[in-house]
């Protein structure tokens, strides 16, 4: 077994890339894509889509992780702070100027 701590952050740094370009797309991913995308299994999702959720709400901005959701039920998990499967989340997120922001 490895001693190697895994970096969440990095994680999240390179998911936020992927979810701007899908709020660009005005589209949404399964927690699996999102998961692929970066390179790892689905079940840690929750360690990488906090820091970007937490970060956008101390920043003012809507939360990104609306974008992910489960395939099966089409709506964001347990660990998503907004309501589950309100279209007003992905429309704020489709609207905002992402391209603006440092």
């Given at each position: 077994?490895?001693?190697?701590?895994?970096?969440?952050?990095?994680?999240?740094?390179?998911?936020?890339?992927?979810?701007?370009?899908?709020?660009?797309?005005e589209t949404s991913v399964t927690y699996k894509q999102a998961a692929d995308e970066i390179g790892i299994h689905w079940r840690p999702m929750a360690y990488v889509l906090g820091p970007i959720q937490d970060y956008c709400q101390s920043e003012g901005y809507p939360r990104l992780t609306a974008l992910v959701h489960n395939k099966?039920?089409?709506v964001q998990g347990g660990g998503y702070l907004g309501?589950?499967?309100?279209?007003?989340?992905?429309?704020?997120?489709y609207q905002f100027d992402w391209d603006n922001l440092e």
């Open positions: 077994m490895s001693d190697q701590k895994v970096d969440q952050l990095q994680r999240a740094g390179r998911l936020w890339l992927i979810l701007v370009r899908t709020a660009k797309a099966a039920s089409g309501v589950p499967g309100d279209q007003t989340d992905l429309e704020e997120i």
